[in-house]
């Protein structure tokens, strides 16, 4: 069994950062591939990136594409998302995922994922 725990969200001003923690228990951390979803108010569950147990990222979500770097940090059990130039489009909550899978070919694929977190609420005021 997996645990996920984010934590880092919270209420900020449109332009802000944020940093997203998600952190790792049950099981060998350095093997899992993770990832980063968002939901927002009556809309799908959507990909925002993912990494590699080798620490290489997936390609990022095109909303997301610049502000946002993932990484991660396998002596602390922990992957992380840093949110840069915050919008209110940003709005979600974000949940942090497991994919203990060989291979990390479908990373944007909800059913790619083992275990899931609870998630974490951002909210962007403008």
């Known amino acids: 069994q997996v645990q996920l725990i984010e934590s880092g969200g919270g209420l900020v001003q449109a332009g802000g950062s944020l940093r997203l923690s998600c952190a790792a228990s049950?099981?060998?951390?350095?093997?899992?591939?993770m990832g980063w979803f968002r939901q927002a108010p009556g809309k799908e569950r959507e990909f925002v990136v993912g990494?590699?147990?080798?620490?290489?990222?997936?390609p990022y979500a095109d909303s997301v594409k610049g502000p946002f770097t993932i990484s991660r940090d396998n002596a602390k059990n922990t992957v992380y998302l840093r949110m840069n130039s915050l919008k209110p489009e940003d709005t979600a909550v974000y949940f942090c995922?497991?994919?203990?899978?060989?291979?990390?070919?479908?990373?944007?694929?909800?059913?790619?994922?083992?275990?899931w977190g609870q998630g974490t609420q951002v909210t962007v005021s403008s």
């Open positions: 995922a497991a994919s203990l899978r060989r291979y990390y070919a479908s990373y944007d694929d909800r059913r790619e994922y083992d275990y």
């Open positions: 049950g099981r060998t951390f350095s093997t899992f591939h």
């Open positions: 990494i590699r147990w080798s620490g290489s990222s997936t």
